[in-house]
């Protein structure tokens, strides 16, 4: 019976494994299968998951029928520049929580990391409010502006466990060779939290490329949306095209899919060292 409970255990684990990556590859690949199909086969009776006659159809009308490419651009951009907003504040707000003692300093770390433990739907409105006052309602500022406050918490509090991590005793050898403090950061300090600083980027990126409530109530002009909004607004129509969603589907995905395959090894450091230092 030891023998046999042996043999099913790893049975059992490859089982599992091989559930989860289906579970998570099967919806690209008929998203991909959708949107390579032309519109009479989408929705045929039975359905299919190779094309009978695969066409690019779908993607042409996509990127010249519809403002897809300016809802691409317009993520591009608000992610972007989140991403730098929210590196350079957390950055620097991280290394202070780390090198400079001053009473407080761990109750505020704490403090800061529990204001990520409200949901983006209870502090939307008075976000809303707060950019009507300011006049920046309908702007990519105001979206900016909220993606960073939104994912400043959990960053900075992430950032802070990587330079925890690196010895003080290297930078003070530096100091003493000479080297300021700034030069210091950037060339000894910097390179050795690199993991951390794409790990974090990965994650403020994600959130501000999928985010759809903040842009929903923050922008009203078509040609300012960004895609997750945009893309639901081909929803709106009276018959759904879906060959046209998965498409627009599918060019959502490929550059986060990409970008995250290019930096997955400084990812998995990041996120193992952050989990042992946070």
Avoid at 1 to 30: E, F, H, K, N, T
Avoid at 99 to 109: L, N, V, Y
Wanted: aromatic share 10%; hydrophobic share 55%.
């Amino acid at each position: 019976m030891r023998q046999v409970g042996a043999r099913l255990g790893p049975v059992c684990l490859y089982l599992g494994a091989l559930g989860l990556c289906a579970q998570a590859i099967l919806p690209l690949l008929w998203m991909l299968s959708t949107s390579l199909k032309p519109p009479r086969e989408v929705l045929a009776t039975p359905p299919t998951l190779i094309p009978a006659a695969p066409t690019l159809e779908n993607f042409a009308r996509l990127l010249t029928q519809t403002a897809f490419v300016t809802y691409f651009l317009n993520s591009m951009v608000v992610s972007g520049l989140t991403v730098l907003l929210t590196m350079a504040v957390g950055a620097a707000g991280a290394y202070s929580l780390t090198r400079f003692p001053f009473p407080g300093r761990e109750s505020i770390a704490r403090l800061i990391l529990c204001t990520y433990m409200f949901a983006p739907i209870m502090i939307v409105v008075p976000i809303y409010i707060l950019a009507r006052r300011l006049g920046i309602v309908d702007t990519h500022t105001a979206l900016v502006l909220s993606y960073s406050s939104f994912c400043l918490p959990f960053s900075l509090w992430l950032l802070r466990a990587f330079f925890q991590s690196i010895p003080i005793e290297l930078e003070e050898a530096a100091q003493v060779d000479g080297a300021g403090r700034p030069r210091a950061l950037i060339y000894i300090v910097a390179p050795l939290a690199l993991p951390g600083l794409i790990a974090t980027s990965i994650f403020t990126f994600t959130l501000a490329w999928n985010d759809y409530i903040f842009t929903r109530i923050l922008i009203v002009s078509d040609e300012l949306k960004t895609l997750p909004v945009g893309v639901q607004d081909l929803f709106s129509a009276a018959v759904v095209d879906w060959g046209l969603v998965m498409a627009a589907g599918m060019l959502i995905t490929i550059p986060a899919l990409a970008f995250f395959m290019a930096v997955q090894r400084h990812l998995v450091a990041g996120w193992g060292t952050g989990g042992l230092k946070g």
